[in-house]
């Protein structure tokens, strides 16, 4: 009984540890495939051209469309555009 709470609560605190190593790496800059992304999101004048138009293998459909919903945005961090990988 014990030890299963030790091995517990050394999984929460791997899961603590890591859950903050990511959410750290996910700030700065933005990659060439987020702007790629975004430029992309730009030139779409309506949301079916996301799943239509852009044949390419750079992102999954499901985040640009999260991209084109955010629209542009001026954050210091970059970490809202990356909000859904790292959720």
Do not use: Q
Not at 31 to 43: G, L, N, P, Q, T
Not at 70 to 79: A, D, K, M, Q, Y
């Amino acid at each position: 009984m014990l030890i299963e709470r030790k091995i517990d609560a050394l999984h929460y605190g791997f899961l603590f540890v890591f859950s903050g190593l990511i959410v750290y790496c996910a700030r700065g800059d933005l990659w060439f495939d987020e702007i790629w992304s975004i430029k992309a999101d730009e030139s779409a004048t309506w949301v079916v051209e996301i799943f239509n138009r852009f044949k390419h293998d750079n992102n999954h459909p499901l985040n640009t469309l999260y991209i084109y919903l955010v629209g542009e945005t001026r954050h210091f961090l970059s970490i809202i555009y990356r909000r859904l990988p790292v959720a």
